[in-house]
C-alpha cells in the first residue's frame, strides 16, 4: 500500500510531463486495417488490434497489468471486459474510457498512467469503433416538432433547433472553425482548403492501410458533394471501421527486455490531455484552438522539444478545414501564419514539416474511438524506421494529435530510442 | 389564433423583439442557457441571483459561417449558419434572407436582428424563431421581392 501511495505521489509530482525518472515507452502497437469490415464486429477488432501489440511487443495477454479500453458507440457495454471475454480474462482492471474524439488518445493516457503511478508494469491501450456507412454522427436526425409548443431543456426550446440556430452537424461546425481563421487572418477560401484535402488524399496513396487509397485532384474535391460549405464529401473525415493498440510500460520493465524489444521501443516524451478553458463564444461555436495550444505548449515543455524539432506530425483533420487552424494552435507557424505555412510545402511529405503522411483522416478513414491510437501507431512506425514507402526518412521525433469536440484535446510526442 | 411563443426563451418578443443573455454578476461572461454556476469564474447560481438578463445589440458582425447543404431530413436546405458578434458577445444564428452561396455571403458582413414564424402547433399558437439578415440592402432578399419574382416566374 505504502509503495503505491509513494509511486502516486511522485507521479503526480511530475504531473503530464514525461521526463520523470522514470521514462515511459511504447514496445507494442498495432493497427488494423480501416474501412469497411462488414463481416468483423467491435470484438474482433478490437482483438484484432490488440493482439497484433501484444504480437509486436513480444508479450502475451498475461503480461499486461492494466487495459484501457476505448468506445464510443458501445461504451455503455464495457468493451474492455467483452475484448477480455475472448483474448483472455486475467482479472487485471479495466478502464473503459470516452473521450469523444479524444477517446483513443485518453485510453492511452489511461494507461500510461496507471504504469506510471505503480499500478502496473505493462499497459494495454485499445481503442476500436465500428462506424462505417454511419452519416453524420450529429445532427444526422431531428425530432419533430410535438403537437403543442412546449418549452424544454436549458435553453426553453419549444422545438428542435438544428437547422433552426445554427447546426449541429461536425462537417458545418468545423467549417465555421476554418472560417473563422481566415476572416482573423486572411487567405483561406475554399480552393485553399480542398488544396489541404488534395494534400491528404495524395498522401494516402502509400498507405496499404488507410480506407481510401487514392488521390484526388483539386477539380474532384471541389466538384464533389458539398456537405457544408467549404467542406466538401472528401474534405470530410471518412466514417469506418477500424482499431488500434499501444503496449506501455516503464523504463524499469524495458530494462528486462531483449536487446530487439529495447531497440523497436518507442520513448513517449510528453502525453497531455487538456480541455477548453472558458473564453467569450466557446459555448456558441466550439474553441478547438486554445486548449490545443495548452496542450502543445505543456507537451513541448515536458519532451524538451519545440515545433521545430518535429519530423512529422500526425493532427486531427476531422476536415479540412481544422487542418488549417492546428497548423497554428501546434505552433508549426507563428501565429496567423497558417495560410503561409502551407502555401510553402512545408506540410508536404517532402516538405519541411509533413503533416498527416498517412493520409489523414480525411482518407485514412477516423473510426472515432480508434483514431487517437491509429496517429500515434503512424508516428512510432516512422520512429522504428518501417513505415515502408512512405517512411519520413531519419524521423527521430514526431507528435501526434486528437480533439474531442465539447471538448478533450490528447497530445502524444515520440522520439525514436537513442 | 393563439398567442406567440419565442423558440428559445432567450429571445423575448414584444413589440422590440431582441435577445438577452444570462450575464454573471461576478465577473460578466454571458450565457445563453439555464445556469447552475458561472463556466468561466465558478460562482454559484443558487438562488437566482448569480446572473442578471441584459439585452443583447440587434446588429453585429458575422465572424463565421457554413452554408449546410445536407442535413437531417425536415431541415431545408441549404441554408447559411454562422455566428454573429454582437458587441462583443457571441451569438450562435442563421442569416436568413439572403441567397445561400458564398457570393453573397462573407465573414465581415454587417447583419441585423430579425424574428419571423416557424408554424402553429395544434392549438393555435405560433412560434417565433430569430436569425440576422445582411446590412446591405442590396444584399437582402425581402419578401416583397421574393413574391415578386414568384409573380414574374
Redesign the interface.
Known sequence: MSDVAEASSSAGATSQTGAASDQMWIVGIHMTKFGKRPDDDVVDLASEAALGALADAGMTVKDVGVLAAGNLMYAAHGVGQMLQKQIGQTGIPVYNVVNACATGATALRTAIMSVRSGEADVGLAVGVEKIAGAG?LS????A??????E?SG??????P???????E?M???F???G??Y??RYGGAD?ELFARISEKNHGNSVLNPLAAYSKAMSLEQIMGD???????TRPMCSANCDGAAAAVVVNGATLKKLTTEQQRRAVKISASVLTTDP?E??C???PNVNTLTKNAAATAYEAAGVGPQDLDLVELHDCFATAELVHYDNLGLCSEGGAVDFFESGAPFRDGSMPVNVSGGLESKGHPIAATGIANIWEVATHMRGEAGDRQIEGAKVGLAHVIGLGSACGIHILERAA | MGAD??????LVLGDDPHLEANECVACG??????RNAC??CGAINSDGSGFKRVELPATGEL??????????????VP?V???VDCG???????IVNVSPD?EHVA??MQVSFTTFG??E???G?E?I??GYEPVDEELRITEDATEKAEANS
Open positions: 453524420l445532427g444526422g436526425s431531428r419533430s416538432d410535438s403537437p403543442t409548443w418549452a436549458r435553453f426553453g426550446a419549444v422545438a433547433i438544428d437547422g433552426r440556430i445554427g447546426t452537424i462537417p458545418g461546425v467549417a465555421q472553425i472560417m473563422e481566415g476572416h475554399f458533394v458539398m456537405i457544408a460549405y467549404p467542406n472558458w467569450e463564444a459555448q456558441i461555436l | 411563443i419565442p423558440l428559445v426563451d432567450y461572461a454571458r450565457f445563453f442557457d439555464r463556466a468561466s465572424t463565421a459561417f457554413t452554408i449546410v447543404s445536407f442535413a437531417a431530413p425536415g431541415i431545408d441554408f449558419a454562422g455566428v462583443g458577445t457571441s451569438v450562435r444564428a442563421n458564398p465573414t465581415g416557424i408554424g402547433d395544434s392549438e399558437t412560434a424563431g430569430f
